[in-house]
DNA sequence: TAGATTGTTAATCGATTAACAATC
DNA sequence: TAGATTGTTAATCGATTAACAATC
């Protein structure tokens, strides 16, 4: 399948959790109005979607969940599941361990990274700790393909070229440094401050 | 000054904090192209943003590193700085203290809450945490008027209803819970395990 | 049938980028 | 002057929304 749309796919993730939700309240089938309703959204949007990955529904009863949501898994999981590490087990790394724990989900968190003598090699919600010094060792030896780094700025530019160098293939950049990657690698960033800045102006300026 | 686009505004919070960084350094002046190349964007980008806050440069020196953290500063700050809580003292909620301490913005988190009675009646990098119940009397008490929502996902709608019903302007939902709000409070929503699920996605099917 | 719904194209909106005149 | 840079308009790209034919 052809790449979807960077917003599509957002969705999607989240067409996935609302349809498992619904499925867990014993629900088969959906109108594309029900689910826009969940999610805030419209109910074109849901269907442009939903065409865009090639699926379709029935004018009598919209959507089959169980089938659809088969498919965005087809779309957006491998079969083997992804391997993930964490680098940096401040509050955020903890977060998004803790996060990926109680959903039952395709992408694993498999280890974590910190300097700091008195989180290394202990385990946290099922997910042992390593020293820095062992990344390139442990990414190979885990086959991880995604790193989420959740370290202090200053360090994230060796973090990363370390992360590269070792073989991945993603990175989910979450601290305000701006990070740059070759093409191969894909890269997320996302900056918690911002959000909140982006808040408060518009907070500030509204009507 | 007319609201500025979103983008634009998401990248003045990264100007200010980089042009800081450049400040410490001792520079004084700069070029679109180098703080285009501190964000890894286009110098055309940066030019568009400032000419749309409406700040010029020279030729010969480019932009006076001062004058543009103080205009931003003017753009997103208010004068007596922002009053923020954060809902739900878990990793994620601690994540956010702990940032928005080590940073002289702004923004003050003035307050948190929690039904956890191990985590009420303390204090964590300086912020207090509050039981849930007392969320309306604190939010008001304290001048409150952006709220951070770090909670389970299911008791957000309870939440995000009391903290309207208690006036705040702004909602920053870090929940995978969707939300919607009346017109006039500012509603962000930001969601950690689609942003993860969308670098799965562009891992998987990257060419 | 009338009403509700899907699927899809065309129009619109918003954001980025290309192009270039002006200037030191 | 030649070269580097800013400021700004127009063109392009990407995403959302409006409009509507088809169908049960």
Redesign the pocket.
């Known amino acids: 399948m052809k790449n979807l ?4 796919v957002e969705r999607l993730s989240q067409y996935r959790r609302s349809l498992n939700n619904q499925l867990t309240k014993g629900k088969t089938n959906i ?3 029900e689910l826009a309703h969940l999610l805030h ?5 849901v ?2 979607d ?2 865009l990955i090639g ?6 009863k ?2 089959d969940i169980k089938e659809m949501i088969n498919l965005i898994g087809k779309i957006i999981d491998t079969d083997e599941g992804q391997r993930i590490a964490v680098i940096g087990m401040g509050n955020l790394g903890k977060a998004f361990i803790h996060y990926l724990h109680e959903k039952g989900s395709k992408l694993k968190i498999v280890a974590s990274f910190d300097v700091n003598p008195d989180k290394t090699d202990k385990t946290y919600a099922g997910v042992h700790c390593y020293h820095f010094d062992r990344l390139a060792e442990i990414v190979k030896k885990e086959e991880i393909n995604i790193g989420i780094i959740t370290t202090p700025p200053e360090v994230v530019p060796q973090i990363a070229d370390k992360l590269v160098e070792a073989g991945i293939n993603g990175i989910l950049n979450y601290t305000p440094k701006p990070l740059s990657v070759p093409d191969e690698v894909y890269l997320e960033e996302y900056d918690m401050i911002t959000s909140l800045e982006k808040v408060a102006y518009f907070v500030k300026h509204r009507d």
Chains 1, 2 share one sequence.
């Open positions: 749309p960077d917003k599509t109108f594309s109005h959204i419209t109910p074109v949007q269907r442009r939903i065409m699926y379709s529904g029935t004018l009598r919209g959507y």
